[in-house]
């Protein structure tokens, strides 16, 4: 455990035993009753030396264990009331292994992004509107709502994430004049999840399997729906291994406007050292253009904590560098999401619950704020989880 000896030093004052629980202990020990009966005068003080060898260890471990126990349990007990990060084969990453779940990951991601305005119409939107949050704030600062608007968007992302399931991908019917068609289920914190379709023709280049060469390419044209919303979408999945050498070029891109100007694009980025899969680490880069130019870059990595699984988001926006680490929990059986970082070059902490069709922030400082939360895994026209519903 970090700085133990700082802890130790700092508690010692509480939890050291006084002078009359170290002669009670004596006198458990028998240490007292040996000490009166061996007189000096029949040769006892060398045997009261003798025992006092293995005694005195005995009795300082005993209070060591003591001391321990009296610094680590408040600890414990702070935090019985979350359950553990997720376990590390929870990384959804790992998961995506070829084009079709490279895809799906895409239009799961992608669209929970787009789905995150709370607007759906049969057009494809502006990105400067799709990308808007409509938002019910109480008690919050200025600070905070710019803090959150943002991030707010990604929420439905870092939920799905975080999950426990597995992005579901099923292959259907072909629609809207395409050829192929998907639907993925991106799951959430409350067991439920939101459901994107995905249209498209597959466009084959290249794939090859040659002893330890192996290439794979073929690209995608396509609709991707979310809700009542429409948006035409490319993709490209090209990889080449070699050894212990490996190139890809990977990204799904949504359009948000006729022009073809205005795209949210996602990104696969990894690293891998010789060739073991166990040492390759990925993230996913989203990149949000408008009428070409570049307003906003997030990269999503998960990174792995004493055996347990986290999610470090990173944001970079109008010249600002926004970094906070998710990991999920659980207060008073409820679903929550705790966040540690740093926003506007401050500290930040917060848990997000999520209560009534809303994420409600709660920042460290006792402030708080409530914003729209998209979900549609529900039958009814509302925002929210059935689960909530009076009727």
Known sequence: MKNIKKMLKEQACGVLPDGHVKENIKRELGLAETERSLAPAHGGEIAAKDRRKWLIPLIAGALAAALLLGILLPLFLRKSGSVPNLPLDNNKFAEITDADS???YGAASVGALLAASGTASEQALPAAKALSVNMSNANAAPSDDARIDVLNRYMSLVEGLLSE?????ENVTGAYGYEFGMTVTLGNLLGGGAVY????????????????????SYAIRG????????????GNYETETEWDEAESELYFKAFT????????????????????EAETEREYVYSVYERGALIERTIAEYEQEDGSLEL????EREGLRETLQFRSGRESGESVLYADGTIDGERVRFTVYIREGLYHYVFDDGSYSDHDRYDDDDNDDDDDDDRFDDD
């Open 197 to 216: 379709s995905l249209y498209y023709d597959k466009i084959y280049r290249s794939g090859k399997q040659e002893g330890e060469e192996r290439e794979e």
């Open 102 to 104: 490279f895809y799906a």
């Open 165 to 169: 399931g597995a992005i579901d991908a």
């Open 223 to 234: 609709l991707l729906v979310t809700g009542d919303a429409q948006y035409p979408v490319e």
């Open 312 to 315: 470090l988001l990173t944001i």
């Open 257 to 276: 406007d006729d022009t073809n100007l205005s795209y949210i694009e996602v990104e696969q980025e990894y690293e891998s050292e010789g060739g073991d």
